[in-house]
């Protein structure tokens, strides 16, 4: 199973990070697969950092809801 290495930066605190994907995987999602049906095994996280590069501490703080 190949893989693809992502590098993203966050574009609220500009941390840098790099994942791995499923090459197979990540070739559905770039061609028009919603990213949960391409990559059902990979983690909400890893999913936000594939569509906008937002880490998951950014999300908690900006986007997150919380109190």
Do not use: H
């Not at 966050?10 to 840098?16: A, K």
């Not at 197979?24 to 990979?42: F, L, S």
């Amino acid at each position: 199973m190949a893989k693809i290495t992502l590098t993203r930066k966050c574009p609220f605190c500009g941390t840098e990070r790099q994942k791995e994907f499923d090459e197979e995987q990540y070739r559905k999602y770039q061609a028009g697969a919603y990213v949960q049906d391409a990559m059902p095994d990979a983690s909400p996280d890893d999913r936000e950092f594939l569509i906008t590069g937002i880490c998951p501490d950014c999300w908690d703080k900006y986007l997150g809801g919380g109190n």
